[in-house]
């Protein structure tokens, strides 16, 4: 099964940087890598899909890049309501894994 | 409006069984695949399985293949997942959401319904 890890685990940024999270796949997918974010004590909610498509109402900060193994998240101007947990999921095929998540905090 | 609402949750003893449901309404539910992500307590997200809309393809991850069973009925618009022979690891909130597309990523997630397995 194909894994996925994401880089770093956490991040401690301020207000106004520029944010960017990696997931690597251990083998190639295409583009069928989707981002979530999880606020705390939230559900999940998609942000991104087929690598840099962004979901119906997800803010323009957001954006998505990569191909193949090489995946990123990047949030332009990062903003207090980023507060989450970000994951990012294969789907090219079953079994659909998640990367472990990065957290990410204000510094 | 898509709504996706889960029950059968509880506390279970190690080897026992529970049968989760998942009532969704706001969009065509035969129209779309739908699967179960679980999360343990202070944990990442974990894809747990997947069927397609017509329930003629059905997935599994690893960790749960030959002990959990999903299906559903069209008719009544409910996913299921039935688990059994359940361990301790399997204890977290469990996720139903709604495809997006194909059997892939996931656009609307219920609340979740906490599985405990504990003696």
């Known amino acids: 099964d194909i894994q996925m890890t994401q880089s770093p685990s956490s991040l401690s940024a301020s207000v106004g940087d520029r944010v960017t999270i990696t997931c690597r796949a251990s083998q190639g997918i295409s583009n069928y890598l989707a981002w979530y974010q999880q606020k705390p004590g939230k559900v999940p909610k998609l942000l991104i899909y087929?690598?840099?498509t962004l979901q119906s109402g997800v803010p323009s900060r957001f954006s998505g890049s990569g191909s193949g193994t090489d995946f990123t998240l990047t949030i332009s101007s990062l903003q207090p309501e980023d507060v989450a947990t970000y994951y990012c999921q294969k789907y090219n095929s079953a079994p659909n894994t998640f990367g472990q998540g990065t957290k990410l905090e204000i510094k | 409006e898509v709504q996706l609402s889960e029950s059968g949750g509880g506390l279970v003893q190690p080897g026992g069984s529970l049968r989760l449901s998942c009532a969704a309404s706001g969009f065509t539910f035969s129209n779309y695949a739908m699967g179960w992500v679980r999360q343990a307590p202070g944990k990442g997200l974990e894809w747990v399985s997947a069927i397609s809309g017509s329930a003629s393809i059905t997935y599994y991850a690893d960790s749960v293949k030959g002990r959990f069973t999903i299906s559903r009925d069209n008719s009544k618009n409910t996913l299921f997942l039935q688990m059994n022979t359940l361990r301790a690891e399997d204890t977290a909130v469990y996720y139903c959401a709604k495809v997006r597309w194909a059997v892939g990523d996931f656009d609307y997630w219920g609340q979740g319904t906490l599985v405990t397995v504990s003696s």
């Open positions: 087929a690598t840099s």
